[in-house]
């Protein structure tokens, strides 16, 4: 490997990810209102691939209350957790901005206000979010995206020469204002404050496999085209001229890294809620104990995302007793230090 060339994934930190990711689940699968004993667990899943039949020890409710309740919260936990992990590595490599986390074009801003709509018009309220087919997800979906394109179109106006600073500075102007759209719906609804402000904070409540199915496809799709252009966001890092001197289009390149981690995250998002942070935990500190390069962290940034949430998760659920915690608030007080932390030890902001 040359000098300067920026590391690629050591399988140490691949096997590392993978246990971390199965220890998160069998965690999160046993623990809760109900504990169940770890061991079981794991054989019960164990029993879940064909033809294999082994004797977990659970009781026929346990086997319920692990295959029809905690599986699909804790298989959706994974898939949030790592698209919104993925999507803040994505976004701070492409603007070269070590504060960048996927609510920086709006895409939460844009999200609330959809979900806020079908709310206060009736289609649903808090307690129907989960498992629709139609409305509350694909509002949140098609606002983040709308969102999006919104921050896109007002970065353009700055000709193209644009630094990566203007779409950070659109993406303030549309939160802002959408969010002031979400505060007038509010207003004048006043009946749906608490349904959607319970979305707001953030949960992975789950009435089955339907959220997981909603999500799944549109976190392969990111993942895909992320993880496939791992190799271009470290050459974006050294800057658009040299980027474009060894033959790289840094603006196709950064719209397109953009565009899919949008959409991962606005798919997160529609299913879970307003989870803010996990965007710049976990990507830092991946960065300072796996290094910087993109060929690692992004990878490394799925599994232990995934794995972050899913605990987080089984601390909102266990740390407050009889009461869940809304993720949000939970991430939100893991997240707000380890900014402060990151702003302060961060010399400059290179856009």
Do not use: C, K
Not at 96 to 118: I, S
Not at 279 to 295: C, D, E, Q
Request: zero cysteines; charged letters at 10%; aromatic letters at 6%.
């Amino acid at each position: 490997m040359g000098a300067g060339r920026p590391a690629g994934l050591r399988p140490a930190w691949l096997v590392a990810g993978v246990l971390t990711v199965l220890f998160a689940t069998i965690l999160g699968l046993a623990f809760g209102s109900v504990s169940l004993p770890p061991g079981g667990v794991a054989v019960e899943m164990l029993n879940l691939i064909p033809g294999v039949r082994l004797d977990s020890g659970l009781t026929e409710r346990e086997v319920a209350i692990l295959t029809q309740l905690r599986l699909p919260r804790v298989v959706l936990g994974l898939l949030v957790g790592a698209m919104l992990a993925l999507a803040g590595a994505a976004y701070q490599g492409a603007f070269r901005n070590p504060l960048a986390d996927p609510h920086l074009l709006g895409v939460a801003a844009g999200a609330g206000l959809g979900v806020t709509a079908v709310i206060v018009l009736g289609a649903t309220s808090a307690d129907g979010i989960t498992g629709l087919p139609i409305g509350v997800p694909m509002a949140a979906f098609a606002g983040a995206l709308g969102a999006v394109a919104l921050t896109w179109l007002l970065g353009a106006a700055g000709g193209r020469d644009r630094s990566p600073a203007t779409l950070i500075l659109a993406g303030v102007a549309v939160s802002a204002f959408l969010s002031a759209a979400q505060t007038y719906l509010l207003q004048r609804h006043m009946e749906s404050v608490r349904d959607v402000y319970s979305w707001m904070l953030g949960r992975l409540s789950t009435a089955g496999w339907h959220d997981v199915l909603v999500v799944l496809p549109y976190t392969v799709i990111t993942s895909a085209i992320v993880l496939a252009l791992r190799r271009e966001l470290d050459v974006l890092t050294v800057g658009d001229a040299e980027a474009t001197s060894l033959g790289l289009h840094p603006q196709r390149s950064r719209y397109l890294l953009i565009i899919a981690a949008s959409l991962g995250t606005a798919a997160a998002v529609s299913v879970s809620g307003l989870i803010g942070f996990v965007g710049i935990i976990v990507p830092h500190t991946l960065r300072l104990l796996a290094g910087p390069g993109n060929r690692a962290l992004l990878p490394l940034s799925v599994l232990f995302g995934a794995a972050f949430l899913v605990l987080t998760d089984l601390l909102a659920r266990t740390a407050g007793g009889d009461a869940e915690i809304p993720i949000g608030v939970v991430t939100a007080f893991l997240g707000a230090p380890f900014f402060i932390l990151v702003l302060r030890t961060s010399r400059s902001v290179a856009v």
